[in-house]
């Protein structure tokens, strides 16, 4: 496996990017594009709830660590846990100024429902292996608090899953290096996309259709 240096890192964010859509990722973090529209103005919303409150806590069983910075030199990322949970357990590390052993849970804030495809479940599966690095353990599963309506997903940490986060980080590398957007490819997606206006998928659906209307006038 790739063993990545600090300045090669990539923002583990954008894995929910890329996952969604790799033009996406592609103009937010190669060409440094943003657009803040009404899903990405809650999201923040929702975050600055999660990273409100005392750093670290501790609730009965369980230390609640906010806004943790993780990384993983294997997957070349790094980024931030919104909130990590650590149950009192035979499995788990040992924690500083805390008696006994406990098992990283990371819990991941976000906007709206809980989705068909796997993008949140990914970033949150990115987190656990950054944990699992930098912790020395093995952490399966974590859970996801949707806003609407006000409930957690556990997410089982699958082998499935974490190969596409290793896969997906390591294409983000590929596109990164080579500091290439690829091409939009319209779907149900761009109409939930807060960068609609900056992709113009609309524009790469008539330049093709003029591109084949073209070459078959001229064949004829
Ligand atoms: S508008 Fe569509 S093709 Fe363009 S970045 Fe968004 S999802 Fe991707």
Not at 140 to 152: C, D, I
Request: aromatic letters at 10%.
């Amino acid at each position: 496996m790739a063993e990545y240096g600090e300045d090669d890192f990539l923002l583990l964010s954008g894995i929910q990017h890329f996952s969604f859509c790799p033009r996406q990722w592609a103009l937010i973090h190669i060409e440094g594009l943003w657009s803040e529209n009404f899903f990405t103005a809650s999201g923040r919303v929702l975050h600055a709830k999660a990273h409100d409150g005392d750093a670290v806590e501790k609730r009965g069983d369980t230390v609640v660590a906010r806004s943790l910075k993780i990384f993983s030199n294997n997957l070349g990322i790094s980024g931030e846990c919104d909130v990590v949970e650590f149950h009192k357990s035979a499995d788990g590390v040992p924690l500083r100024n805390y008696e006994g052993l406990w098992l990283p849970y990371p819990v991941e804030y976000k906007r709206g429902k809980s989705k068909l495809d796997d993008c949140d479940r990914l970033q949150l599966c990115a987190q656990a292996v950054c944990l699992e690095e930098m912790l020395c353990c093995q952490i399966s599963k974590g859970a996801l608090f949707y806003g609407e309506p006000r409930r957690r997903e556990t997410v089982e940490f699958s082998l499935e899953l974490r190969d596409k986060v290793k896969d997906i980080t390591e294409s983000m590398h590929k596109l990164f290096s080579q500091k290439f957007t690829p091409k939009a490819k319209t779907d149900k997606r761009c109409a939930g996309c807060s960068l609609i206006d900056e992709c113009v998928p609309r524009l790469f659906k008539n330049v093709r259709a003029d591109v084949k209307k073209y070459l078959e006038d001229n064949i004829e």
